[in-house]
T-cell receptor, first 115, second 117 residues
Framework: AQSVTQLDSQVPVFEEAPVELRCNYSSSVSVYLFWYVQYPNQGLQLLLKYLSGSTLVKGINGFEAEFNKSQTSFHLRKPSVHISDTAEYFCAVKNSGGSNYKLTFGKGTLLTVNP | DTGVSQDPRHKITKRGQNVTFRCDPISEHNRLYWYRQTLGQGPEFLTYFQNEAQLEKSRLLSDRFSAERPKGSFSTLEIQRTEQGDSAMYLC???????????????FGPGTRLTVL
């Protein structure tokens, strides 16, 4: 079984400040890792994904994440946030082989960017 | 690609009624998924289709829930005899393995928000 822990349920920051949203996972097999963003009353939009190769992954809207296999982490970062980044962010994992189809999500982190 | 679409976006029903939701995946995608998201939680997997075959159902999908994908294109999710605990956002996603497993990224629709009174 797999699980995802998002360590912070809420992260308030000021505009133009840096932010890090933390994600740890547990899995007995190798995984693919994803970050999705959800704006109010909308579906999920893919921010970035780690499949293989470089452990630093760049995504849309200036976000990046770093895969750390030894710490089983996949933290999301942005050097300078905007008001428009206010949303719920979800970390997710999926088996990288075999019956790899379903995503297992964390509970989400609500990022609130204040002026 | 036009993206994944879902209909309706919102549904309010009374307890005991049946409801049906529709999902239209991205046109070239052969995999389709249903997830349920309750307030304050991440999405939870419900079921998965590859083409028209339903290959996996979560234990969350009780006997009152049924999903179909009759021609391998759009899918429907029906809930019979709704209960207040069914109130949630129902999300549909689609993907393709035509570019290999590494390309199998799920793209989500806007969801259907169900409220059971």
């Amino acid at each position: 079984a797999q699980s995802v822990t998002q360590l912070d349920s809420q992260v308030p920051v000021f505009e133009e400040a840096p932010v890090e949203l933390r994600c740890n996972y547990s899995s007995s097999v190798s995984v693919y890792l994803f970050w999705y963003v959800q704006y109010p009353n909308q579906g999920l939009q893919l921010l970035l994904k780690y499949l293989s190769g470089s452990t630093l992954v760049k995504g849309i809207n200036g976000f990046e994440a770093e895969f750390n296999k030894s710490q089983t982490s996949f933290h999301l970062r942005k050097p300078s946030v905007h008001i428009s980044d206010t949303a719920e962010y979800f970390c997710a994992v999926k088996n990288s082989g075999g019956s790899n189809y379903k995503l297992t999500f964390g509970k989400g982190t609500l990022l609130t960017v204040n002026p | 690609d036009t993206g994944v679409s879902q209909d309706p976006r919102h549904k309010i029903t009374k307890r005991g009624q049946n409801v049906t939701f529709r999902c239209d995946p991205i046109s070239e995608h052969n995999r389709l998924y249903w997830y349920r998201q309750t307030l304050g939680q991440g999405p939870e997997f419900l079921t998965y289709f590859q083409n028209e075959a339903q290959l996996e159902k979560s234990r969350l999908l009780s006997d009152r829930f049924s999903a179909e994908r009759p021609k391998g294109s759009f899918s429907t999710l029906e809930i019979q005899r709704t209960e207040q605990g069914d109130s949630a956002m129902y999300l549909c996603a689609s993907s393709t393995i035509l570019r290999g497993l590494a390309g199998d990224t799920q793209y989500f629709g806007p969801g259907t928000r169900l409220t059971v009174l």
